[in-house]
């Protein structure tokens, strides 16, 4: 499933720094050309980063860009996760135990099957074959719907359409966050444009799960992270 030289994709883009670094990729790296980047309001609390999306899609130039209203996944689920509005409280990453850290409270139920497979109607009605999303390695926790089993076994379902197969790719799959920061500083990423944090106020907590890797990351790479911090 290697990713192709050229042609049309559909890249996931949160707004945040993988999928940032990742829409960059595809678009200098790859040349993938044209890139429809597809971002989904589902009601996470840090809808901020959806504004970043729309900055970073003008900043490659972008051939479409599209906000997917899939609130309905917010409200099924914030009796489980900690990302939706109105669901559970976000902990502090110092706050969870151990046995959850291969699922912690931030995790939402089913969320990147359900996004991939809208994302797969979209591209499939666009012509589109492949999808990128920017699943990665954690270094503290993790979520089995960024794995590569998740992936392997989401393309064989694709792969059961009769006209239109659509394959998923995820280039950052084993790469740890320390090389998104390093990727995107060598194309040019504006990393102020990206959005982290799970609580989503008006600066970055600096303690949920997501501020705490993001932080490490810029820390381990050597680079200063642009974005305000309550607490670091």
Same mark, same amino acid.
């Given at each position: ?39 989904? #309001?589902?009601? =996470? ?10 900055? =970073? ?9 599209? @906000?997917?209203?899939?609130? %309905?996944?917010?409200?099924?689920? /914030? ?5 939706? $509005?109105?669901? /559970? ?7 969870? *135990?151990?046995? *959850? ?6 995790? @939402?139920? #089913?969320? #990147? ?22 699943? =990665? ?12 089993? %998740? ?9 059961? #359409?009769?006209?239109?197969?659509? $394959? ?9 966050? @320390?090389?998104? @920061? ?48 309550? /607490?670091?």
């Amino acid at each position: 499933m290697g990713d192709l030289p050229s042609g049309p994709a559909v890249v996931l883009l949160s707004g945040g720094l993988d999928s940032s670094v990742l829409l960059h990729y595809v678009v200098r790296t790859l040349g993938r050309a044209p890139v429809h980047a597809v971002s989904f #309001n589902y009601g =996470q609390r840090h809808a901020k980063e959806i504004e970043c999306a729309h900055w =970073q899609t003008d900043a490659v130039d972008a051939a479409a860009y599209r @906000v997917i209203d899939v609130t %309905f996944l917010g409200e099924l689920v /914030k009796g489980a996760s900690a990302l939706v $509005t109105g669901g /559970k409280v976000v902990p502090d990453l110092s706050d969870l *135990q151990e046995s *959850q850290l291969d699922q912690p409270p931030t995790y @939402v139920p #089913n969320r #990147n099957m359900i996004l991939l497979s809208v994302a797969a109607a979209y591209a499939e009605t666009q012509g589109i074959r492949d999808i990128f999303y920017g699943a =990665q390695a954690l270094d503290e926790y993790g979520y089995w719907d960024c794995t590569t089993d %998740f992936l392997a076994r989401v393309n064989a379902v694709l792969a059961l #359409n009769r006209r239109e197969p659509i $394959t998923v790719h995820a280039p950052f799959i084993h790469k740890k966050k @320390v090389e998104s @920061v390093r990727l995107g500083g060598e194309l040019g990423v504006n990393f102020g444009y990206t959005w982290s944090c799970y609580r989503g106020g008006e600066r970055a907590c600096g303690t949920c799960p997501t501020c705490v890797e993001r932080l490490k990351a810029f820390d381990e790479a050597g680079v200063n992270d642009p974005l305000p911090y309550a /607490k670091t």
